[in-house]
């Protein structure tokens, strides 16, 4: 069920979903260097890293201040994940919603999207 809440909101759970992923990411990636011996290489990946957690820090900054709490990606089948919206309501209470994602666009978008930040 898509969930009742502003665009901006959910806009905001995404990204902060995206940056979540591309923290994972980029940790491996370091680790792979580090393992390597790149050295140069993990401080660039390093460097990069503190930008995606800048932006994550704002989004949970946002997040918090409107009341709405993201759920970890969760398998759904095969082809498909999702992630729950829970966003606090002005009477009290909640409202409830899920983003179902398509397991080949996340791929897509979060290989666009560290391609952009390593350039």
Same mark, same amino acid.
């Given at each position: 069920?898509?969930?009742? =809440? ?18 994972? =990411? ?14 140069? #290489? ?11 957690l800048?932006?994550q820090?704002?989004?949970?900054? #946002? +997040?918090k201040?409107? *009341?709405?709490?993201?759920?970890? +990606?969760?398998?759904? &089948? ?8 829970? =966003?606090?309501?002005?009477? *009290? ?6 983003? +179902? ?11 666009? +999207?560290?391609? &952009?930040?390593?350039?």
């Amino acid at each position: 069920m898509k969930a009742n =809440v502003p665009g901006a909101y959910e806009d905001a759970a995404y990204e902060f979903t995206y940056t979540k992923l591309m923290v994972d =990411v980029l940790n491996k990636k370091i680790n792979r260097a580090e393992s390597e011996g790149k050295n140069d #290489y993990k401080k660039y990946l390093e460097g990069k890293l503190k930008i995606v957690l800048n932006e994550q820090m704002e989004l949970r900054r #946002y +997040l918090k201040k409107h *009341g709405i709490k993201v759920t970890e +990606l969760e398998e759904i &089948d095969e082809h498909m994940v999702q992630y729950k919206i829970f =966003v606090k309501g002005e009477n *009290g209470g909640y409202k409830e919603g899920h983003q +179902l994602i398509w397991k080949a666009w996340l791929k897509m978008r979060l290989r666009n +999207l560290l391609n &952009d930040l390593l350039r």
